[in-house]
Each structure stands twice: as structure tokens, then as C-alpha cells.
């Protein structure tokens, strides 16, 4: 023990023991003293002491150990948190559980002060609609001579009789500047009572819930990742318009009457679950030919959609025909199409569905599901063959699990 401990001083400095390890590229000492090391390197971040290798568990990651192109990386896998005893599931169900519990208190926080400062806006504005409310109410007992009519009847006389008759003749004298007495001092009221508006308040509410709505930790539409390439030798694809619009969806159309094809630029990850939503616009008589689909990897530029896996407006030439819900998604032969479906893929799953949106009242799938290959490429895929047609992707997001909708 003693031997070794006199073993691990350096010889240089008999101060010092070799703990440190040096691991510059051309510079590797792996039993040298901390002055030793100072003098062989100005960069202290390549320098790391024995007992930090000894003692580090299964969670322990080094502030610059392995030697890294990116330095960031050692600190972005330290706040990663990466702990063997909590399963990621943990830690999300933990996080959201964070965020709503920070939500609510900071929504309650805000409404209670907002609240208050209304209130005590209101009791400013109190005395005075109090004022006003008793005024109308003196005024109306004025105009009906309520109090002496009813000491009238309560005192009942032969003079009273008369004197009734006189004060109700007296109404009918009066009735104008009666009436308009009135009028006048109901609209002063009802002004002050509009004070309290609940227009605008109701409508934010319904904002905030709205809002609330939205909040969502896992879906998150992905159309700025998305982009749309031209086949490089089907047909007329060259003269497919690609554009993106400021809403920032993707907007397909044809400069020529023949068919062109277009693809996303990406492969389909078959673990992956994927919605995509297009528009289709069409006028031309019975030629409705606007497909939506999956086209293998190898076919992307020199095939159809049709010998792919497609949805067709047109109701032919396709494999998502099967209906599972309502009627068929397409038109058939209708002009003036101008709507819009969602498309569901989950490679893995050979499923592939398309329904009518935002009802989602029509839904078919994938007929056969081997067509579907395994251990194939595939991209997701339009075409259209008119001037006239349209194609616009107005969303697409990859989900962890799909909704019950369809
Ligand atoms: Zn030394």
C-alpha cells in the first residue's frame, strides 16, 4: 500500500501524486502530477483526475471526456437527465404534470388580480349607479303618486273617491311630460348598467379556451419541414408549379394539360404514423384525375402514382377503395371539386386510410394491404394532369398515436 502510494508521486514534484490523466491527441500521459500537466498543456479541459474515472456510476457523464468534435454535447447530455432508475415515460408524465400545475396556478394568479382591480374599479363607479337607481325609482313614484293613491284607499272617504279621480285625471294631463320623465332617466340608467359589457370578455374567454385547446406536447404540424420535388422523367412533371404560399402550405399545380408527378422530399419511416392533409381543386369535365399517395423509392421519377398505392378523385385507378365509414371519399366524375382530405400512413402497419375533412364522415382504407411492401422505400406523392388542377398540402405532422377519428 505504502509502496504504491510512494509509486504514484511524481518524481519531479514529490509534492504531488500522478493522479491526472492527459489525453491531448499527441499528448497521452496517463499517470502525470497536476504541475506536470500544467506544463504540458494550457488546456485544462484535457486533463482528468483518476478519481473521477474510479468513482463515476452508470449515470455519471465527464464535462469533456470522450475527445469531441462539439463540445456542447458533453452539457446537452448532462441536461438531458439521463437516469437509469426513471423511464422516459416518467419524466414526460412528470413534465406535463409540471406545466399544467404552473399553468393553472399562473392563470389564477392573474385572473384573482384582475379581478380585484375590476372590483375596486366598480366600487369607485358603486355610488354613483346607486344615485341613479333610487333617482329613477323616486321619479316613478312621483309620476304614479303610488304613496297617496295608496293613503287614498287606506283612509277610504266620500272625499277620496273624488280626489282619486282627480289624480288619475291628472295622469292623463301629464301623460306626455310623464312619459318622457321617464324615458329620460330609464336611458340613464340603462346607460350605466351597459357600463358592464360582457361582449368582449365572453368572446376572450372563449379565446383562452381556445387556446387551451392547442396546447399539445406531442403533435406539432411539420409543413415548413416538408418540401415538394418534381419527378425527373415522368411525362410532364418538369412543368409542374411548385410553390409555397405565405400560409406556408404547398401548392401544387400544372403549366401544361399531361400528367406530372411530385413527391415529398423524404422517405417514409414505417414506424412512423403520418397525416397529411390536401386540397384538391379540379373543374374539368369527368377528368378528375388528381391522385394522392405512396410511390415507391425506385418509381419516384419514371412512374405514375396509379402503380403505386393512391387515392384518385376521379374514383378509378386506385387502391384506397375499401369504405369503412359513410360513402366513397372521391367524387367521381363531379366538377367543380374543390375540397379536402386527410391521409393517414403507417407503413408498419400496412395502413393507409383517406376520409373526407374536417367531417371525417367518409372514410376508406387500403384494400389490400400487402400492397404495401416490406423493406421498401416509399415517399408520399401527387399528380395531376390539367392546367386547371390543383393540389395544395395545407398540413402535415407525424403523431405518436392517431386520434379516434378515423
Ligand atoms: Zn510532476
Partial sequence: MDQEKKQSKCNIHPNFNNNLLLFEENNIHTKICLVCAKKLTKNINKIIEHDDLLHADQDHIFSSFPPLENEDIYNTIQNLEIKKDISIEEIFVEKINNYFISLKKEINQ??????NQIKSKLIQMGDFSQNQRELLL???NEISSKFEIQK????????????????????????????????????????????????????????????????????????????????????????????RLQNRQIQI?????????????????????????????????????????????????????????CYNERGDSMTINKVVKGNN????????IDKEIEMRIHLAQ?????????????????????????????????????????????????????????
Avoid at 392573474?110 to 379581478?115: A, E, T
Avoid at 400487402?370 to 423493406?375: A, G, T, V
Fill in 110 to 115: 392573474k385572473i384573482d388580480l384582475l379581478q
Fill in 138 to 140: 323616486d321619479i316613478y
Fill in 152 to 243: 287614498l284607499y287606506n283612509e277610504y272617504s266620500q272625499d277620496s273617491g273624488q280626489r282619486l279621480k282627480e289624480i288619475i285625471k291628472e295622469k292623463y294631463q301629464n301623460i306626455k311630460s310623464n312619459t318622457e320623465k321617464l324615458q329620460k332617466n330609464i336611458s340613464e340608467y340603462q346607460k350605466i348598467i351597459n357600463k358592464i359589457n360582457l361582449k368582449t370578455p365572453n368572446q376572450i374567454q372563449q379565446k383562452i379556451l381556445d387556446l387551451i385547446d392547442q396546447i399539445d406536447f406531442i403533435k406539432k404540424p411539420l409543413i415548413d419541414d416538408i418540401e415538394f420535388q418534381k419527378s425527373k422523367s415522368y411525362k410532364s412533371s418538369q412543368s409542374l408549379l411548385i410553390q
Fill in 253 to 309: 399545380n400544372q403549366s401544361v394539360n399531361n400528367f406530372g408527378v411530385s413527391y415529398a422530399n423524404f422517405i417514409l419511416d414505417p414506424n412512423q404514423k403520418y397525416i397529411f392533409r390536401v386540397k384538391l381543386q379540379t373543374n374539368s369535365q369527368s377528368d378528375s384525375f388528381l391522385f394522392v399517395g405512396i410511390i415507391q423509392e425506385q418509381n419516384k421519377d419514371n412512374k405514375p402514382i396509379s402503380n403505386g398505392i
Fill in 329 to 336: 371519399v372521391f367524387e367521381g366524375e363531379n366538377i367543380n
Fill in 350 to 406: 400496412k395502413m393507409i386510410k383517406v376520409a373526407s375533412y374536417p367531417n371525417y364522415q367518409n372514410i376508406a382504407e387500403l384494400e389490400n394491404k400487402n400492397l404495401i411492401l416490406d423493406n421498401t422505400k416509399y415517399r408520399f406523392a401527387v399528380e395531376l394532369n390539367y392546367i386547371i388542377h390543383k393540389i395544395t398540402i395545407t398540413y402535415f405532422t407525424e403523431v405518436y398515436d392517431f386520434d379516434q377519428k378515423m
